[in-house]
């Protein structure tokens, strides 16, 4: 046994625990033909501009990407009508999550996460010996006013999940105003919009308005990984006044956008045709799940994502392990404290028949 201790409390966190990997369940249960609808991942793949583009890129691989992703940042800073100043990437909204915590959070500060919300956020703010204050969900959504109401002189972070993974909700543009106008300058707000190019309503807030309007306390954070079909290759960005973004440089590793990620990336931001069919697809199929879920008599939440919450019962353990048997990956909501859904994401037409078909025949 080993002397060496990590971190004092470190061996309490639990750590994020991701939807099982096809290979992994075609080793357990002898298949060969899995689906995952686990990981809100593209059912159309990667955008063809982006594979061409890293396939251009693979002979450059022996040098080191640019540390700043200069074109890049200048690429989404065109794309969201803001200064390259005030954008910065990072590997993935999983490696920013990680630089702001790094960045800003010690022992003592307070970090307001929603229950049932992205459980990464948890992980780094304890790694940071911060303490983490959870707000209830109102009806499945982000509560955004008890949010602000557990803020108080120690607050440093409020993680806003918008969309809400899990539950798919969005809070609206006058909530957000409202919220903001009640959040203190000490405390960084986080919009942590992964989903953003899915969401299906009027009333979204506009949230890059307040980097562009200067606002010291506002961060936007989006990805690659969903819409864009890159979850792979591991590239996400955030928008924040410069000075917010400032001490995320110091504690960012170098290089860590990798040559290929900054090639796709800049390739699928002129890729329109891939975005719009994406989120078609992912629309036909949201309506197709919600259509098939009412049949089936089931419970679900209407969703501004490519993935659908759905109550399964008690037995949603069971019911998830039934469809493992049956080669499909989905995700029990148990660690976000919905022990009786599902978090179902949004397949091609085939997936999704083939979803509902088992389920109709484990729930008989
Ligand atoms: C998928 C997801 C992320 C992580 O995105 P990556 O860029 O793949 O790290 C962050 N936040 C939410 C809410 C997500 O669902």
Known sequence: MTCIKPQRGL?????????????????????????????????????????????????????????????????????????????????????????????????????????????????????????????????????????????????????????????????????????????PDHVLVVFDEAYYEFVDTEDFPDTLRYVRQGRQNVLTMRTFSKVYGLAGIRLGYAAAVPQVLAPLNVVREPFAVNLLAQAAGLAVLEDEEFLRATVAANRAGRHFLYREFERLGLFFIRSHTNFVLVRVGPQAGQVARALLERGIIVRPCGAYDLEEFLRVTVGSAEQNARLIAALEEILR
Request: hydrophobic share 40%.
């Open 11 to 183: 061996d309490e966190i639990e750590p994020y625990v991701p939807g099982k990997p096809i290979e992994e369940v075609q080793r357990e249960y002898g298949l060969r033909d899995v689906i995952k609808l686990a990981s809100n991942e593209n059912p159309l793949g990667p955008s063809p501009r982006a594979v061409e583009a890293m396939r251009e890129a693979l002979v450059r691989v022996n040098m080191y990407p640019d540390g700043q992703s200069y074109y890049l940042r200048q690429a989404l800073a065109r794309h969201l009508d803001l200064d390259a100043e005030q954008v910065t990437v990072g590997n993935g909204a999983d490696g920013i999550i990680v630089e702001i915590c790094l960045a800003y959070l010690q022992e003592g500060d307070e970090v307001v996460v929603s229950r049932s919300s992205f459980p990464v956020y948890d992980v780094y703010t304890r790694v940071m010996r911060a303490t983490l204050i959870k707000t209830p969900l109102r009806e499945y959504g982000i509560d955004l006013e008890a949010m602000a109401r557990a803020v108080n002189g120690c607050t440093k972070i409020i993680f806003v999940c918008n969309p809400n993974n899990p539950t798919g909700t969005v809070v609206t543009a006058p909530e957000v105003e409202e919220f903001l106008a009640a959040v």
